[in-house]
C-alpha cells in the first residue's frame, strides 16, 4: 500500500467532471495529489445539468399547477386553472441549473490551482498515457500515475424500428423542450420516466405509459401497483405487457405501433 505522504508524488487524471470526478479529485489534491480533470461535454456531469436537479425543479413546478387546479382544501382555496409558460418555467429551471453548476464545480476548479482542467475526450493510448482531441483543436498527451474514469451513464435507447429515424426525446431533451407538447408517449416503466410523465401531464400534456411488464417491476411490484393506481387517476394512460414495435414520423406526429395497436 502507498505511503500516505506519497501521495504529493502522484499525477491522477480523471475522466469526467460529475459528482464522482469532483469527489475524488478534491480528495487527492487534499492528499497532496496533481489532477488533471478532462471533460468532452459541459462540467458538472449529469445531476446538476440534465439530471436530478433539472427534473426536480420541472417536478416542483408541475406539482405546483396540479395543486392549483385541486386540492383537498377546495372549499375554502378555490381551485384556478393555471397558464403554462413553458418558457419562463425552463429559464427560470435553467438559470438555476447554470447557478448551482457554476457554485458546485466551475468555481471550485477555478480556485483550486492543483487541478487542471482539459476540454476534450480522451482515450487511452496505454496503462499510463492517454490522448486527449482538444475541443479547441489539436491534441495532447496525458502521463499520469493513477487513472479514474467517472464518465456516468447515457439514456438507454430501446432498438425498437423507425425510431433512431425520428426526432424523439429521452430525458435530456424532454428536461429542456420549450413547450408542452399536445400528447406524449413514454416507453419505460421506472423512475425517470414516470416521473417526467406525471410532470407532463400535470403541465398539460395528454400522457401515455408503455410498460413491457408493469410499472417498477423491477424494484417492487407492489408499488408499481400502487402508482398505477395513482397516475391513472390523473388521467394518465398506462398500457402494461406492451411492447412497442415500431415507430414512425409524420407531418409532425409520432406513429407508435404496439401489440395493443397504434
Not at 399547477?65 to 381551485?79: I, K
Not at 486527449?132 to 500515475?145: K, N, Q, T, Y
Not at 438507454?156 to 399536445?182: C, F, M, N, R
Request: contains cysteine; aromatic residues 4%.
Amino acid at each position: 500500500m502507498r505511503n500516505p505522504e506519497d501521495l504529493a508524488a502522484l499525477h491522477i487524471a480523471i475522466i469526467g467532471s460529475g459528482a464522482a470526478a469532483m469527489a475524488a479529485a478534491l480528495k487527492a489534491v487534499e492528499g497532496g495529489a496533481r489532477v488533471t480533470l478532462i471533460e468532452r461535454g459541459v462540467i458538472s456531469g449529469t445531476c446538476v445539468n440534465i439530471g436530478c436537479v433539472p427534473s426536480k425543479i420541472m417536478i416542483r413546478a408541475a406539482h405546483v399547477a396540479h395543486l392549483r387546479r385541486g386540492s383537498p382544501f377546495d372549499g375554502g382555496l378555490s381551485a384556478t386553472m393555471p397558464t403554462i409558460l413553458r418558457e419562463r418555467l425552463l429559464a427560470q429551471q435553467q438559470g438555476r441549473v447554470d447557478e448551482l453548476r457554476h457554485a458546485k464545480y466551475e468555481g471550485i476548479l477555478q480556485s483550486t490551482p492543483a487541478i487542471s482542467v482539459l476540454r476534450g475526450a480522451a482515450r487511452f493510448q496505454d496503462g499510463h498515457r492517454l490522448r486527449v482531441e482538444l475541443a479547441d483543436g489539436g491534441e495532447r498527451i496525458v502521463v499520469f500515475d493513477r487513472c479514474l474514469v467517472a464518465t456516468g451513464a447515457s439514456a438507454a435507447v430501446p432498438a425498437i424500428p423507425g425510431l433512431k429515424d425520428t426526432p424523439y426525446w429521452t430525458s435530456t431533451e424532454a428536461l429542456v423542450s420549450d413547450s408542452i407538447p399536445k400528447r406524449l408517449a413514454v416507453i419505460g416503466s421506472s423512475a425517470v420516466a414516470l416521473e417526467l410523465a406525471q410532470a407532463f401531464a400535470r403541465l398539460g400534456s395528454q400522457v401515455s405509459i408503455l410498460a413491457r411488464r408493469t410499472l417498477f417491476f423491477r424494484e417492487d411490484p407492489a408499488i408499481g401497483e400502487a402508482l398505477t393506481s395513482a397516475l391513472r387517476m390523473e388521467g394518465i394512460g398506462v398500457q402494461e405487457q406492451t411492447q412497442a414495435s415500431t415507430v414512425a414520423y409524420a407531418n409532425g406526429e409520432f406513429i407508435l405501433t404496439s401489440d395493443q395497436g397504434e
